[in-house]
Each structure stands twice: as structure tokens, then as C-alpha cells.
């Protein structure tokens, strides 16, 4: 398989954004406000109120409760995607809450599904929770020559892969159909050869050891034609710890002055020859997910969209851009950043947000409206992980649930969010993994993500 097949499965997709312009009348607190399940046409603010830890131990919900027996082939179930999630939760900032996980026995929806949580709840430690405007934004030209020079201080030879014209030793030239159109070089550095792409629409600066493709543990979620194929080979012993690895992330992400970025999650990770993309190892390391932040909440980086004609959004997901960096024995190999959109400094106060268990019964009213009409007789929902986290949205009156409105806009807004993790385990033992959002203001559907 081509590189381009093996990356472009786990490309974000293009995520559409309709401008979304907030006001605040006369210092009223601002809150985000659509009637959860229900096409927003205008924003009008929904008072909610946050539960105590008193009113949540009285909550219908049972915590810590055993599942039912009848579950058990799902109880020994592997689940990877539980595993990258709770790779976020070791970050300096979460801390326990009143309600740190939520065991329900199995319940069968009036759609007839059977839906099963036991979920860890998972909250960073934050003083306040805003919705901070975030700009589009691109790369300039000095931008490029900077991460040019910071990544490839000293090169041999640069080939220019479209025009195939070789430039100068020691230096670089682009101009400004490099930049809006988007260039492609192959570089020599010592006994090294990279290739790197830049620019375009998309504003992107991917500088990768040529003839190498990675694979993460990402890539093993819900795929078992993968998990065959290189499972045991992405778990091998890694001689680079994962703190060594994030050092040296952190230490570029400082030098390069990236702001408004945190890690999401750390995966196991391995580079192979892409002329034997699933057998011969050139290294072995972490690769570290990047996603925009606000208030320590940090936006779920690894994804693709899923969208369903029963789905009643309230709010789009704008593609926020990508930055992933991987790290092996070798140094950083591989450095992909799209730049989209900036966090601001203009922002909005959130007064509340509503509680993991009000998330919770929307989640489930949810998958029913979603799963409803299809035959899963004999197939149950495990929701395994509830974590308050960001989003970028974007805004839109044409709220159909088909493909996402384009193009990118202005302005979008990261807002906090209540994020579900589920899987759907099917009678033959298949898997399928998904992420459910839902504002954390009031409540409004956002497009769901699948690993």
C-alpha cells in the first residue's frame, strides 16, 4: 500500500465551518445556547444549572455499581481506544472529582439497544471555563523559512519535487506559488534524506525521513486487519522512554514558539521502510498528538467524522488543523503540523456547565435516535470514558446531517465540551469506536468523531 493510502485513512477530514458571531449585551455572562437535539437557527443564552456533589450523590445514576453478568464477553474485551484516552489523563492538571467513574447495569433502550457504561469521568483541573474565539490563520513565508532552517540547518542538496530543479548548497527558495499552492522538496542532510511539503490551502509544513511511513496504536483501534498486521510489532519494547520522548517534543515546541497547543495523547509508535510497510522496522518511538486548548481543557486530536441522517446537530466541528510530532532512538523524524486557526484573547465566560450525568442521559437518547432503525438485536453500546475536554465549532442553519459545510471562516470558537467514548461490539465480535460530543453549556449535539 502507498503511504498516502496508510496516511489519508487517518487524515482529518475536511471539516466545514459556518461563522459564528457571539455578542454580549451590557456585560451579561455569555454562555453558548442551542436546544439540545434541535437545529439552532439563533443563539439564544439557556441558563443551566451545575450539580453539587450533594445533588450528584442523590442522582438517579448508580456509581460503582457491578455490570450485569450477561455482559461478561464484553468485560474481557480489549479496548484500545480506553488506552490512548487515559494516555491524556496522566498530564500534569487532572485531578480526581466528586464523581470519578459512572457504573450502570445494562439498560435496553426504547430503540431496543442495549447499552452498558462503565466509564471512567475524567476532568482537568481548570480555575474557569471560557469559549475563546480562535482566527483562521496560515503560515507566513518567514514562518516557513524558519522551521526550514530550525529542521534542516545545514542541507546538501534540495530538490524541487514538482519543477525537479535542484537549488543552491546550503539554501533555500520559495516563492509565492510555493506558498498558496503548495511545494514539495526532497533534502539531503548528511546521511539523511527528508522530504518535506509546505504550504497549499491547508497551510502545511510535513517534514518526514523519506521513504518511511509510521504507524501508531491509533491506527489498531476497531481494525482488526491491522491488529493482525502489525499489532504485536507496534507493542514491541521501545528503548526511548516516553518521558525522554515528550522532552524532547517540549523542547521544540518552546524553541518554535508554538502557542495554543497541548498534547492529547502519546502513542506507541514504530517507523517502517515503506518498501515493506509492515515488516521491516527502521525505529521505534512515541508519536505525540497535538490539540488546540483553552482553560487546560484539550481538544481529541486522533479522529475522523462520522455523520448520520437521523444525527440532530446543534453545532459543526471546524477542522482545527493537526500537530503531531514522533520521536525515536533517531531524534524527531517526523514533524506534521497544519496550521488552521489560532486561539485569541477574546473570550467569553461559561456562568456553569451542565453535569457529566445530565451529559449522560443525552448521550443515550442519542444513540438511540442514531442506532434506532437499524437491527441490533443481539449487539450492545459500551460507553467506557466521559472526559470534560474542548472543541472548535463552527455555526450553521443547515443542520441536515449530511457533509459538512465549507469553507473555512474567519472565526470559530473552542468551547468546553463533554466528550463519550463508546463502542459498538457487534455478535460476531467486531468493533466500531466512536466519540460522541456534546456542548457543555446546554447540551447541543456536535459532530461525532470515530478512532
Known sequence: MS??????????????????????????????????????VVLTPIPVEQETSDETDQNEVPIDTTASPELVNAENLWNPAKELLNSASTLPGAIPVSVSHISQPPET?????????????????????????????????????????????????????????TQAEGTVVLNDDDITQGASFFVEQGNETFSLQLGGKYSIFWLEHTDEVIYCEGYLVGDEEWE??????????????????????????????????????????????MNSPTSKVLGRGWMLFYG?????????????????KNDRLSYWQADAGKLTIYVDERGVTDFHWEKHYTPSSVTYPVASIISAEEALKLAKERIARIYGELDYEN???EIYDIRL??????????????????????????????????????PYGDTEYYMMPFSATDGGAISMLYF
Open 109 to 165: 433502550l426504547p430503540a431496543g439497544i442495549k447499552v452498558l457504561v462503565d466509564a471512567d469521568v475524567v476532568v482537568p483541573q481548570t480555575e474557569n471555563y471560557n469559549i475563546r474565539e480562535c482566527n483562521l490563520s496560515s503560515f507566513t513565508l518567514e514562518d516557513y523559512r524558519s522551521m526550514f532552517d530550525y529542521f534542516l540547518p545545514n542541507p546538501a542538496v534540495i530538490t524541487h519535487q514538482i519543477t525537479n530543479i
Open 3 to 40: 503511504k498516502q493510502t496508510y496516511h489519508g485513512r487517518y487524515q482529518h477530514r475536511k471539516a466545514a465551518i459556518v461563522v459564528c458571531l457571539f455578542f454580549c449585551a451590557l456585560l451579561v455572562l455569555f454562555t453558548v445556547a442551542c436546544q439540545p437535539g434541535k437545529a439552532a
Open 292 to 308: 488546540l486548548s483553552n482553560d487546560e481543557l484539550t481538544m481529541f486530536s486522533d479522529k475522523g467524522y462520522s455523520s448520520n
Open 389 to 426: 475536554s474542548t472543541m472548535l465549532i463552527g455555526y450553521s442553519d443547515q443542520l441536515t446531517g449530511q457533509p459538512f459545510p465549507d469553507p473555512y471562516e474567519d472565526i470559530a470558537l473552542l468551547i468546553p465540551t463533554w466528550n463519550f467514548a463508546f463502542r459498538i461490539i457487534f
Open 379 to 381: 449487539t450492545q453500546i
Open 228 to 273: 493482525k498486521e502489525i499489532g504485536e510489532i507496534i507493542r514491541e519494547p521501545i528503548a526511548l522512554t516516553r518521558e525522554e520522548a515528550q522532552s524532547q517534543a517540549d523542547r521544540m515546541i518552546s524553541d518554535l514558539n508554538i502557542q495554543g497547543w497541548q498534547i492529547d495523547s502519546v502513542q506507541r509508535a514504530a517507523a517502517f521502510d
